[in-house]
């Protein structure tokens, strides 16, 4: 019997030695689960095809579609390929260190810069039974969930750890990742991600806010302000940017209207036809001035029915999932 203990004490020993504590054994079991996030081109068998907004399709299209040109990761500069339908970052171009997960840093994951948490902890289907009920039963959270302007590519070890924090400015620049410039403490709940991401961050908080009536406290929004002024947009940010465009119908005007700002406005598109056709004239006028004047106010008032057309359709789009 004493030596049936001794042995199992020392399986337990050497079980826990290998993930340094208890807690962190537990939390790698309970990643191993934890594969909604995991960035993978497997087509899924439920939710692509007959419907609109999806979450896995958004995860394969970024892979296929958005980041083919751009395997980086989000806060690391991690390189990544595509191995067995899985990505995989490669940790020696960036110098990462796994600080405790080993199992998830070996994987890609989409990160939402604004978390899920944020947008959905407020609305009755989370309240009822979290994010799943959410996704099952709420088309504007879905939607929220599912937009590519709010998802990166992140080694998924910081991604967890980073969890639902808020971002924020972090003392004494404690490096847990190895190389890679990205602090969290978990006491004040908060990330400090590296400072030419700064930009990126504060637009796409922006654009939630605008897109989706996010709420933003004065805090974040002057921190974000500041963000944005000190990161300007760079040229991969304007490019998925177009190419998000393309597939999902939307631009983050942040990013397309840069500027650096005293306090957050507002860049909703305009909507009427007066509107929209004053606007298509102050970015295509040099163009449309070349032309004879009848052939140009064709042209002018052609442009101005379509992008009419498809920014009252996004408005009812829009006003359909915020009632659900």
Not at 16 to 26: E, G, K, P, V
Request: glycine share 6%; net charge positive.
């Amino acid at each position: 019997m004493k030596k049936s203990l001794f042995l199992i004490l020392i399986i337990i020993t050497i079980t826990l030695a290998r993930d340094n504590s208890t807690t962190d054994t537990t939390q790698n079991i309970l990643n191993d689960f934890d594969n909604e996030d995991i960035a993978t081109i497997d087509e899924p068998i439920f939710g692509i095809k007959g419907e609109r907004y999806s979450f896995s399709k958004s995860k394969r299209l970024l892979a296929l579609k958005i980041y083919p040109r751009h395997q980086k990761t989000f806060y690391s500069e991690c390189k990544y390929i595509i191995s067995n339908k899985k990505l995989i970052p490669i940790h020696r171009s960036c110098g990462f260190h796994y600080r405790k997960n080993k199992i998830r840093s070996k994987r890609i994951e989409w990160e939402h810069i604004v978390p899920a948490w944020h947008f959905g902890h407020q609305l009755k289907c989370w309240q009822k039974g979290g994010r799943k009920t959410c996704r099952q039963t709420n088309t504007k959270f879905k939607q929220m969930e599912a937009d590519m302007h709010n998802l990166v590519p992140a080694i998924g070890e910081i991604n967890g750890d980073r969890s639902n924090f808020k971002y924020g400015m972090i003392e004494g620049e404690k490096r847990v990742y190895g190389k890679v410039n990205m602090e969290i403490d978990f006491n004040s709940k908060r990330a400090e991600p590296r400072d030419s991401v700064f930009g990126d961050i504060a637009r796409t908080y922006f654009y939630m806010r605008d897109r989706y009536g996010l709420k933003i406290s004065k805090s974040q929004e002057k921190m974000f302000i500041a963000w944005n002024n000190l990161d300007p947009v760079s040229n991969w940010e304007k490019k998925k940017n177009q190419l998000v465009k393309k597939i999902q119908g939307d631009e983050n005007l942040y990013i397309t209207n840069y500027r650096k700002m005293e306090q957050l406005g507002s860049t909703k598109e305009a909507t009427s036809f007066k509107d929209i056709k004053e606007e298509l004239y102050k970015k295509y006028g040099n163009i449309l001035n070349k032309l004879s004047p009848t052939f140009a106010g064709t042209i002018l008032i052609i442009l101005t029915i379509i992008v009419w057309y498809k920014r009252q359709k996004m408005a009812q789009n829009n006003k359909t999932f915020t009632k659900k």
